[in-house]
């Protein structure tokens, strides 16, 4: 959500100011609104796959600000005569499946005829005003946790190109896509997290930057912790890649600081644009540990601290 330069409402919360996951409105009676709006275009073959995907996705900025999913609103571009209204319907389910699951209301939507096929959803959530998750709120020495594997981008695209195995990427990736940020967020909830985001189309390095600058601290990331999908290093190997890792590098480069030489397709993991990604979330280290025994517990078997938040210039070094 890019900054706007819009007059502040004394009851907005959180806007546009630091790009956060989505806006947060203060309620009569105390309760914040959290808004927010995603779409995209299809990350698989498979509809309904592809609905719960988007799905998924569209929540996600609701758990990366703290808050409880409550109601959406479908937002649906389509080819109904070339595809039919059959591959739609599987579209829809699986985004409903999804809201159902997050426990939120379906209220509706819009559709409109398009070429390519593109879904989302429209959210509304609520969150405390007092426990509100900011991606620029990180503090000297915070812990650094991811819940999810990198390098879906470069394995959707080998997947279609027939370069990765479908029954690969359906065992390990799509389980992962289709998975809601809702229980790595209640269980983090517990904890002491002084900020947070998910890492979507920008990659770990954008997201991770978006926190380092926004907090004035620089964020320094192990690349040995990172954990990443099966086959993902193998296809940059190969000189597979996504239409974002090159403006992803062009973004973060001026503010990287690299401590040790990686190769180039090392470098492009971290680069890698997500679909419905895991939560990056900055706790104090003392909890760290605990905090992921307690995100694997509830099934975010991906979850590792993978950097900590330091003083010196806003960016992010690699060691």
């Known amino acids: 959500m890019a900054a706007l330069g819009l007059p502040k409402h004394p009851q907005l919360l959180v806007g546009t100011e630091t790009s956060d996951d989505a806006g ?6 105390g309760l914040g609104l959290v808004a927010t709006v995603d779409f995209i275009t299809p990350a698989v073959d498979d509809p309904y796959q592809f609905g719960q995907i ?3 996705n569209s929540l996600s900025d609701v758990y990366a600000m703290g808050g409880e999913p409550l109601t959406a609103l ?3 571009m389509f080819p109904a005569k070339k595809l039919g209204l059959s591959v739609l319907k599987d579209i829809l389910q699986g985004g409903s499946d999804k809201i159902v699951e997050a426990g939120a209301v379906l ?6 005829e398009d070429e390519e096929p593109k879904y989302g959803l429209s959210v509304c959530g609520t969150v405390d005003p007092h426990q509100i998750w900011r991606n ?6 915070d812990a650094l946790v991811l819940t999810k594997k990198l390098g879906s981008g470069v394995l959707l695209n080998a997947t279609r190109a027939d370069k990765f195995s479908a029954s690969a990427l359906a065992e390990e990736v799509i389980p992962s896509l289709t998975r809601l940020n809702q229980s790595a967020k209640r269980v983090a909830q517990t904890f002491e997290i002084h900020a947070a985001t998910d890492v979507t189309g920008f990659g770990l390095l954008g997201h991770g930057l978006e926190m380092a600058k926004g907090a004035g601290l620089n964020l320094q990331l192990e690349y040995h912790r990172l954990p990443f999908f099966g086959g993902a290093l193998e296809m940059y190997q190969k000189g597979l890649t996504t239409r974002s890792n090159k403006d992803n590098r062009l973004m973060a480069s ?6 040790h030489p990686l190769t180039g397709a090392q470098e492009e993991l971290l680069f890698d644009p997500q679909t419905s990604g895991g939560l990056l979330l900055a706790l104090p280290s003392a909890q760290a540990v605990a905090l992921v025994k ?3 517990q509830a099934g ?3 979850a590792c601290v993978i950097g900590n938040f330091n003083k010196g210039k806003p960016g992010i070094e690699v060691i």
């Not at 947060?24 to 009676?29: A, K």
């Not at 001026?254 to 401590?259: A, G, Q, V």
């Open 24 to 29: 947060v409105y203060l309620m009569e009676g």
């Open 54 to 56: 988007a799905a998924a």
């Open 74 to 76: 479908n937002l649906v």
């Open 107 to 112: 209220l509706g939507g819009h559709s409109i």
């Open 136 to 141: 620029s709120t990180a503090q000297v020495g």
């Open 254 to 259: 001026p503010f990287l600081k690299l401590h």
């Open 294 to 296: 307690a995100l694997q």
């Open 300 to 302: 975010n078997d991906a």
